[in-house]
């Protein structure tokens, strides 16, 4: 999840907490996805593309439905984390928006929280409708923090209270490098003008998990030069808030990922 970004983009695959990071978000998204790719009806002979994989989940997953018959080609700026060979699918680095799109035409192609952080959203969005075969289906995924912009929905003390103000500083630091905190919910109008059928979308607002604890403490580490450059908050102020995260006591809400997708016209 790399693609066409500068180069003080935030969550960069290379620094040690990407692999955590990747985990977290396989455990609480990888089961919406896989339903709404199911209902498109994935299965075997189809040609996907995953656009900045990030991690090996979703395309592992896709290469189990699609078979020996179909291909599965996942890409990002940095595939380190996608291990290849035996794993049924294809591993590419490309910098969508920027390079050729791969050659032949897809079935279908997924991307989940790529777009809301590219400066050229809008012209990658039309290169991957470009990329599907007649027919073929376009599904992104993306989050939508302005919808939801707490860390803790229900602020009744101070460790509530310094959640808010680390995630507040950590939206503000996503919206210098370009990030667009109210992508998700353009994702319907943004198929339709781009020429898609069939458009449908759905919201999945995961709070008060395990998981999302561990995925909030790695985020904060990654991005801890960036909040204390910023001056937003202090080192002991994030210190304070990775101590309160390792209690699990804190009900953390996720920004609402809203998934959206649309069909190629035959």
Known sequence: MTDNRSEGYLLDNRQSEAGERFSAMSELFDPVTFRHLAALGVGPGWTCWEVGAGAPGVPRWLAAQVGESGRVLATDLDTSWLPAGDAGYEVLRHEVGVDPLPAGEFDLIHARLLLVHLPRRAEVLASLVEA???????????????????????????????????????????????????????????????????????????????????????????????????????????????????????????????????????
């Open 132 to 266: 599907l075969r007649p027919g073929g289906w376009l599904v992104i995924e993306d989050a939508d923090t302005a919808l939801q912009p707490l860390a803790c929905p229900d602020e009744f003390g101070p460790e509530q209270r310094l959640a808010n103000r680390v995630q507040a500083a950590f939206r503000s630091l996503l919206a210098s490098r370009g990030a667009d905190l109210a992508f998700g919910r353009t994702l319907p109008r943004l198929l339709r003008e781009a020429g898609l059928d069939d458009v449908r979308a759905d919201g999945f607002f995961p709070f008060s998990t395990p998981v999302r604890q561990v995925l909030q403490a790695a985020t904060v580490r990654q991005v801890r030069d960036g909040l204390l450059a910023a001056g937003q908050v202090s080192e002991a102020e994030i210190e304070q808030h990775l101590a309160d995260l390792a209690t699990g006591q804190l009900d953390l809400a996720t920004a609402p990922l809203i998934s959206a997708w649309g069909r190629k016209p035959l």
